[in-house]
C-alpha cells in the first residue's frame, strides 16, 4: 500500500486539489479556464467532470473580481482556491491581495480573518518573454498579513495545500513552471506537511547554498558537482517565503559559516536580500566568507533561449560562488 | 577494573580537567592535589570523570581514598 | 428590462418615488416608522457635526470623510435589510454604521483610535467593522469593495443562506475597472447583490460630468443585463421604497440589482479639502432638499411631530452624543506592546 | 487654528468675517486661513457673540492657537464680568485631549510637555526645549521661558571630534567576522595571524592553525610558516601584558584606595553537615562545594549591606543596579580573571554551583564574554583551596570591597564553653574607606557569618 507511486508535480498538486475538495464541502476552485479547458498548466484536467461546475468555476479574465470575490466568499465562511495563471497576472488584482487580503484582520482590529489560498504559477525558463516569466514572490513576501509558499517538490506539491486551506490566513502558493512535468515517486498515503519550517534538502559541511522553488534543484545539482570536487555543500530549501524560518536558516551558517544564496527574482531588493540581511544580523560573527548571492540578472525576462538561459540562475553560477565562499 | 584499566581512567580525567598538568610527573604517593594544582572545582570535574569512566557513582565519602594516585588506583581497582 | 425608470432626477424636482403619504395620524405605526427614520438622520447628522468639531481640536486624527447631506441614502437602504444581510461600505461609512446598530459610542471610541473602537481602534474613520452585525467594513480604494461584495454573495449563494450583500460605493468607483470586473461576474452568476451607488456628483473633487463619459449611472449598470434605475437620494422615503422593491428582488430572484441614489454631500470631500472645484450656490441649492428638513416638514404638516418634540429628539441626541464623547476620551488606548497582533490569526497554524 | 489634518502644523489667517460684537451662531464660517494647501474657510462651533479677535490679519500661527474668543449667549444674561470666554476653535490642548495624549511608542523628543506654539518658538530661535526648564504650571515650558533661553548665552560648541589618525596608509586587515570572535576567544593577536583568503583575509582556518602553532607542547612546525613562531612569541608577550595590566590596576587601587581590613572566623559545621547530606543524593555532575554556599552567603549579605555593593566614581558612591559578583579565577598559564556571575543573589545554591563551574571552565578556555568582564559589583576571591587560612585582598577600581575565603579547616573552636573540633574558615573584608566604615563592614561580614548558620535558607 504504502509503495511509493511514480508521479509528476502536476499530479501531485491536482491530487492535493482534489483531496482537498473531498475533505471540506466549503472548498471550491476559481480562476481562468480551470474547468473546461483544465487550468493553463493542467493542473486542474479532469476536475469539473469530477466536481461540477460549482465547485470548479471558470471565471471570466477578471483578476481583481475573482480574487476579490475569493476574498469575500472567505469572509462569507468558504474556503476557495483562486488560481491566477501566472504571477503576472497577479498584479492585476493587486489591490485585492495586498488592500483588502492582507489588511482585513488588522484594520478590523482582529473581526474578519480571509481563509483564502491563492495558488499561481511563478518562473521563466520557457521562452515566454516579459509578460509571462517573472518571479514576483519576494515581492509578495515584503507584505505582512499574507503567507507565501513555494512548493519545489512533490511532497510539498502534495502537501502544502490543505495545510494552506487550514490555516486562517490568506496564504500564496507560488508553483514555478518549470516544476509542472517534474517527476517523481510519492508514496500514496503522502498528506498534508508543515508550511511553518525551511528543509534541509542535502546536508553538508563545508558551506550551505540557500534555495527556493524553481532553483532548488539547480541548487541540489551544484552540489553534486561541488561534491565531486570535494567540497561538501548543505542545500537548504526555504520553502516557506513568509514568515521565513530563520531558525533553520541560521543553524546551517552556524555549521558552514559560508553561504550562496540563489534565487530567481532580480537581485536589487529580492528575497535574496532579505535573507542576506537576516544572515549578517543574527550570525555575523559565524560568517567566514562574504554572503554569496546568484540572483536574475536585471532585465525584463527575454524571450530567444539563450539570452533567456543568461538571464537565470543557473549551475554553473551557483558552483561558482560556492567556490567563492571557500576559496 | 584491573589497576591498568585503572591508570588509564585517572590519567583521561585528568587530561580533560587539566589538559597541561602531566601526570606522568606525579610520584605515586604524592597529593594528587597539590602535585597538580587542583582546586576544588578541578577535583570535583575530576572526580566527575573518573565515575564516568568507572562506571560507578563515586561519594564524597570516598575522596579520602583518592588522595594519591597510588591510593585512587587501589580504590578503583578494588570494585 | 428596468422596472420604472426614472430619469434625471434632479434637485428641486421631488420624486416620482416618494409621493406624500396619508395624513396619518401622529400615533399610527407609520407616522412612527417616520419618526424613526428622522431619529436616525438627525442621529448621523449630529454625530458628524461632532466629529468635525473634534476633528479640528485635534482629537480626531487621519481622514475625515462626513456624510453630512446624504443621511437619507443610508437610512432608507439600511429599512430593506435583515439581520442575516451583509453590509460593504465605503470610507464615508459613518451613517451606515450608525444606522446597522453599531453603538456611537463603539464609532466614536474607533474615531478616537481607542481599544474600545468597533474595530478595536486599528482602523479608524475609513474602517469600521462589526462582525456581529455582518458589517463587512469600510473600504477607502475606491472600487475595492465591490469584488468582495461579490464573493459574500457567492458564499451565501453557495451556502444556500438567504442574505443578500448590500455594497456601497460611490459615482467614483463607477469609473474604476474592479466596478466593471464585478458588475460583470455578478450578473454572470447571478450572485444576491444589491448595489448601491451614492451619486453625490463629485468624485474626490472632479465633477460627474468631468469624469464619465455617460453620466447616466444606472444606465451603465444596465448595460451588464442588471436592473437598475435612478432614485431621489434626498428624499429617505423614496430610498426606503426603492431599497425594499430592490432587495426583494434580488432574495427572490436571486439576480443582482442597482440602484443609483442621487444626493449630495453639503461638507468637503474631507475635512482637510478647501472645496474650490464647486459653487457655493450649488451647495445652497441642494441644502433647500435637505432630507431632514424634507421629512420633518412633511411631518409636521401631516400632525405628525411638533416643534417640541422635534427639538426634544435633537436634545436627547445630543446627550448621547456628548456621552460617546466622554466615553471615548476616557477609553483606554490599545497597549504598544500589542501593536504586532492582527496581522496573523493567533494559534498554531 | 484648527488642524485640518496631520500634516497641517501652521496656518495663516487671511480675513476676518466677524469683528467684535458680532454675534455667530454654530457653524457660520468666521475666517478664512491659507494652508500648506490652500485657502479653507473655517466655522465657529460655538454660538455666542465674538468678544475678541486675537490674531490679526497676516499672521502664521501654530495649530492650537486661539483665534478669537466668543461670549456665550447665556454670560450677557448674567453678567458680561462672570463670562467664560469660549476659544476659538477649540485647539487640541482641552483638559480632556491632553490628558489622554496617545502613548508615545518611540522616545519622541521629551517636548512633549510644550505646546505647539511653544515648539514652534524653539524652533525658530534655535533653542533645544530639552534644555529648557519650565515655569508655567505643572512645569509647563512658557514663551518667557524659551525667549530667556534663547537670550542665555551659549554653551560653547563642543570641539569637532577628534578623528584618531591612522598610522601610515596601512590598510584595515580584513578578518572574516568569525575569525574575528574565534581569535578573541582563543586569545589570539590577529596582528600576528597571516590570512589566507581573498586579498589576504584572516579566516577560521587561519585562526586555529595560529593557536595550534602557539601551544608550548606542540612539535616544531615542520615547514616554512613564520606563523608558529610568532604566535608563540605573541603568547608570552600576551602573558606579560597580563600581568602588566594587573600590576597597574592593583599599583592604582593601592594608590588611590584608602583600604580597610576585617575578618571574622565563622563556623562551617551547619554548611558542611548540609553538603554532605546534599551530596549523597546529588548525581555526581550536580554535586556542590563549599565555594557555592559561601558566594550564596555573600551575595545575600549585599542586600542587607548594599553600600558595599557598587562603585565610587566622581567622589561619590554609586550602588550596583544588582548583585554581580566577581569571581576571581587564576589561570593555569599564571594570572588572573575576575568574570562575573550576574545577579547572584537571585540564583539558587544549585545555580549558582554551574555558573561557577560554567565560568571556570570558560576563563580557562578563554571563553568569557565581555559583559562577564566588565560589570563585577564587588570581587570574591577564594584562595582557600591553595591552603592559606585568609586572604586580604586588594579591591577592583572603581569597586568598593573584596570579600576573601580562606580554606575550610578543622579548628578547635569554643561553642558554650565547650571546646571541640570543627570546621570553620576565616573570611575577610577589604573594602575602600571612603566608601563606607569599618562599622558597615563589620556588619557584613557578621552578617555573612549569621547566614552560614542556615545553610538550608541560603
Known amino acids: ?327 | ?79 | 428590462m428596468s422596472e420604472a425608470r426614472t430619469r434625471g432626477t434632479a434637485p428641486g424636482r421631488p420624486s416620482a418615488q416618494s409621493p406624500a403619504r396619508g395624513r396619518a395620524a401622529a400615533g399610527s405605526p407609520d407616522a412612527a416608522h417616520r419618526r424613526e427614520l428622522l431619529r436616525q438622520m438627525m442621529l448621523i447628522r449630529r454625530f458628524e457635526e461632532k466629529t468635525a468639531e473634534l476633528y479640528s481640536g485635534g482629537e480626531i486624527r487621519g481622514f475625515l470623510h462626513l456624510y453630512i447631506g446624504e443621511e437619507a441614502v443610508a437610512v432608507g437602504i439600511n429599512q430593506a435589510l435583515t439581520g442575516d444581510d451583509n453590509i460593504v461600505a465605503t470610507y464615508r461609512e459613518h451613517g451606515y454604521a450608525l444606522v446597522r446598530g453599531i453603538s456611537a459610542d463603539a464609532v466614536m471610541a474607533e474615531l478616537f483610535g481607542k481599544a474600545t473602537g468597533c474595530s478595536g481602534g486599528r482602523g479608524g474613520s475609513m474602517h469600521l467593522f462589526d462582525s456581529s452585525r455582518r458589517f463587512y467594513g469600510g473600504y477607502a480604494i475606491v472600487g475595492g469593495g465591490l469584488p468582495l461584495a461579490a464573493g459574500l454573495a457567492l458564499a451565501g449563494k453557495m451556502r444556500g443562506d438567504p442574505g443578500v450583500t448590500a455594497c456601497i460605493f460611490g459615482d467614483g468607483a463607477v469609473a474604476e475597472g474592479e466596478f466593471h470586473e464585478t458588475m460583470n461576474l455578478a450578473a454572470l452568476w447571478d450572485l444576491p447583490v444589491l448595489f448601491c451607488c451614492e451619486n453625490n456628483r463629485y468624485a474626490m473633487g472632479t465633477a460627474l460630468e468631468r469624469e464619465h463619459a455617460q453620466t447616466d449611472l444606472a444606465l451603465r449598470a444596465e448595460s451588464y443585463g442588471m436592473t437598475a434605475w435612478p432614485v431621489d437620494g434626498m428624499d429617505v422615503l423614496a430610498v426606503e421604497q426603492a431599497a425594499r422593491r430592490a432587495a426583494e428582488a434580488v432574495r427572490a430572484g436571486g439576480r443582482p440589482h442597482f440602484l443609483e441614489l442621487r444626493t449630495y454631500r453639503y461638507r468637503a470631500h474631507s475635512m482637510y479639502d478647501p472645496d474650490r472645484y464647486r459653487d457655493k450656490a450649488e451647495i445652497e441649492e441642494w441644502k433647500k432638499r435637505d432630507p431632514i428638513t424634507t421629512l420633518a416638514d412633511r411631518m409636521r404638516a401631516a400632525g405628525e411631530i411638533t416643534d417640541d418634540e422635534f427639538a426634544s429628539i435633537d436634545d436627547k441626541l445630543a446627550g448621547e452624543i456628548a456621552e460617546s464623547v466622554a466615553a471615548a476620551r476616557a477609553a483606554p488606548w490599545e497597549p504598544a506592546e500589542d501593536l504586532e497582533k492582527f496581522v496573523y490569526s493567533p494559534g498554531p497554524s | 487654528m484648527p488642524s485640518l489634518g496631520a500634516d497641517m502644523d501652521e496656518g495663516t489667517l487671511t480675513e476676518w468675517l466677524v469683528k467684535p460684537g458680532d454675534k455667530v451662531h454654530k457653524g457660520d464660517i468666521i475666517a478664512v486661513i491659507d494652508t500648506a494647501k490652500s485657502a479653507i474657510e473655517i466655522e465657529s462651533f460655538h454660538t455666542g457673540i465674538v468678544d475678541r479677535l486675537i490674531v490679526p490679519v497676516g499672521e502664521t500661527v501654530p495649530v492650537g492657537t486661539v483665534l478669537a474668543t466668543i461670549t456665550p449667549p447665556e454670560a450677557e444674561a448674567v453678567t458680561t464680568a462672570a463670562a467664560q470666554p469660549v476659544t476659538v476653535p477649540a485647539g487640541p490642548v482641552t483638559a480632556a485631549a491632553k490628558a489622554e495624549a496617545p502613548p508615545k511608542v518611540t522616545g519622541e523628543q521629551p517636548a512633549e510637555a510644550a505646546s505647539p506654539l511653544i515648539r514652534q518658538l524653539a524652533r525658530r530661535l534655535g533653542v533645544d526645549l530639552t534644555a529648557v526648564r519650565g515655569t508655567g504650571r505643572a512645569g509647563e515650558i512658557t514663551q518667557a521661558d524659551v525667549r530667556r533661553a534663547a537670550a542665555a548665552p551659549r554653551p560653547a560648541p563642543a570641539p569637532a571630534p577628534v578623528t584618531r589618525e591612522k598610522p601610515g596608509v596601512a590598510a584595515r586587515q580584513p578578518v572574516t567576522p568569525l575569525a574575528r570572535r574565534l581569535a578573541a576567544e582563543l586569545g589570539v593577536d590577529l596582528a600576528a595571524v597571516t590570512g589566507t583568503g581573498p586579498g589576504g583575509a584572516v579566516r577560521e582556518g587561519d585562526v586555529r592553525r595560529a593557536t595550534a602553532a602557539g601551544q608550548p607542547t606542540a612539535p616544531a612546525a615542520p615547514l616554512p610558516r613564520q606563523a608558529p613562531e610568532r604566535a608563540a612569541r605573541t603568547a608570552a608577550e600576551r602573558a606579560l601584558a597580563m600581568r602588566q595590566a594587573i600590576g597597574r590596576l592593583m599599583a592604582r587601587s593601592k594608590r588611590e584606595i584608602p583600604h580597610y581590613y576585617l575578618s571574622n572566623t565563622v563556623d562551617l559545621t551547619a554548611v558542611m553537615n548540609w553538603l554532605h547530606e546534599r551530596n549523597r543524593e546529588l548525581p555526581v555532575s550536580g554535586r556542590l562545594v563549599p565555594a557555592a554556599l559561601l558566594l550564596k552567603a555573600t551575595a545575600l549579605a549585599l542586600r542587607r549591606v548594599p553600600e558595599l555593593n557598587g562603585y565610587w566614581q566622581d567622589d561619590h558612591f554609586n550602588p550596583g543596579d544588582g548583585i554581580h559578583l566577581g569571581v576571581a579565577i587564576s589561570l593555569r598559564g599564571g594570572g588572573l580573571v575576575t568574570p562575573a556571575i550576574h545577579a547572584a543573589d537571585s540564583l539558587t545554591v544549585a545555580e549558582l554551583m554551574g555558573s561557577l563551574k560554567d565560568l571556570v571552565t570558560r576563563a580557562r578556555a578563554g571563553r568569557l564574554r565581555r559583559a562577564e568582564l566588565t560589570e563585577a559589583t564587588i570581587t570574591v576571591t577564594n584562595l582557600g583551596d591553595q591552603g592559606v587560612e585568609a586572604v586580604f585582598g586588594v579591591i577592583y577600581p572603581p569597586q568598593v570591597a573584596l570579600v576573601g575565603v580562606g580554606r575550610p579547616a578543622e579548628r578547635p573552636f569554643a561553642t558554650s564553653g565547650l571546646v571541640g573540633a570543627r570546621p570553620v574558615v576565616v573570611t575577610t573584608l577589604s573594602a575602600d574607606h571612603r566608601a563606607t566604615d569599618g562599622f558597615t563592614g563589620a556588619r557584613y561580614l557578621t552578617t555573612m557569618a549569621d547566614l552560614l548558620q542556615r545553610p538550608e535558607e541560603l
Not at chain 1, 127 to 144: K, N, R, V
Open chain 2, 1 to 79: 577494573m584491573t589497576p591498568q584499566q585503572a591508570r588509564d581512567a585517572i590519567a583521561g580525567a585528568l587530561r580533560k580537567i587539566a589538559p597541561d598538568a602531566d601526570p606522568a610527573t606525579v610520584s605515586p604517593d604524592a597529593d594528587l592535589r597539590d602535585a597538580l594544582g587542583l582546586d576544588s572545582l578541578d577535583f570535583l570535574g575530576f572526580v566527575e570523570e573518573l565515575s564516568q569512566r568507572a562506571g560507578r557513582r563515586i561519594d564524597e565519602d570516598d575522596y579520602p581514598q583518592l588522595a594519591t594516585l597510588a591510593s585512587t588506583i587501589k580504590f578503583l581497582s578494588r570494585s
Open chain 1, 1 to 327: 500500500m504504502s509503495t511509493p507511486q511514480p508521479t509528476t508535480y502536476r499530479e501531485a498538486m491536482r491530487a492535493a486539489i482534489r483531496d482537498a475538495l473531498q475533505r471540506d464541502d466549503r472548498v471550491f476552485l476559481m480562476g481562468e479556464d480551470v474547468g473546461r479547458y483544465g487550468g493553463s498548466y493542467a493542473v486542474s484536467l479532469g476536475l469539473l467532470e469530477e466536481f461540477g461546475p460549482e465547485r470548479i468555476r471558470d471565471t471570466p479574465l477578471s483578476e481583481s473580481a475573482f480574487v476579490g470575490a475569493g476574498i469575500g466568499a472567505a469572509l462569507g465562511g468558504m474556503r476557495p482556491i483562486v488560481e491566477i495563471m501566472t504571477v503576472n497576472f497577479s498584479l492585476l488584482a493587486l489591490d485585492q491581495i495586498i488592500n483588502n487580503a492582507a489588511s482585513l484582520l488588522h484594520m478590523s482590529g482582529g473581526q474578519f480573518s480571509v481563509p483564502l489560498v491563492i495558488r499561481m504559477a511563478t518562473g521563466a525558463g520557457r521562452q515566454l518573454a516579459a509578460q509571462h516569466s517573472h518571479s514576483l514572490e519576494g515581492w509578495y513576501a515584503h507584505i505582512p498579513g499574507i503567507k507565501i509558499l513555494a512548493p519545489a517538490t512533490l511532497e510539498d506539491a502534495r502537501g502544502m495545500l490543505w495545510t494552506a486551506l487550514e490555516d486562517p490566513d490568506p496564504v500564496l502558493i507560488f508553483e514555478h513552471a518549470s516544476l509542472y512535468n517534474l517527476e517523481g515517486t510519492l508514496a500514496p498515503d503522502a498528506g498534508p506537511v508543515d508550511i511553518s519550517r525551511a528543509a534541509v534538502r542535502r546536508a553538508g559541511a563545508d558551506m550551505t547554498v540557500i534555495a527556493y522553488g524553481g532553483t532548488v534543484g539547480k541548487a541540489l545539482s551544484a552540489a553534486g558537482e561541488l561534491a565531486a570536487a570535494g567540497i561538501d555543500a548543505e542545500v537548504v530549501d526555504l520553502r516557506t517565503l513568509r514568515p521565513l524560518d530563520d531558525a533553520t536558516i541560521i543553524a546551517s551558517i552556524r555549521k558552514t559559516h559560508r553561504v550562496v544564496l540563489v534565487d530567481e527574482g532580480w537581485r536589487s531588493g529580492s528575497l535574496a536580500a532579505e535573507v542576506s540581511a537576516r544572515i549578517t544580523e543574527q550570525a555575523f560573527y559565524d560568517l567566514d566568507a562574504p554572503v554569496e548571492r546568484v540572483c536574475t540578472a536585471e532585465v525584463p525576462i527575454p524571450y530567444p533561449r539563450h539570452l533567456e538561459d543568461a538571464a537565470l540562475p543557473q549551475v554553473p553560477g551557483i558552483v561558482a560562488a560556492a567556490r567563492r565562499t571557500v576559496a
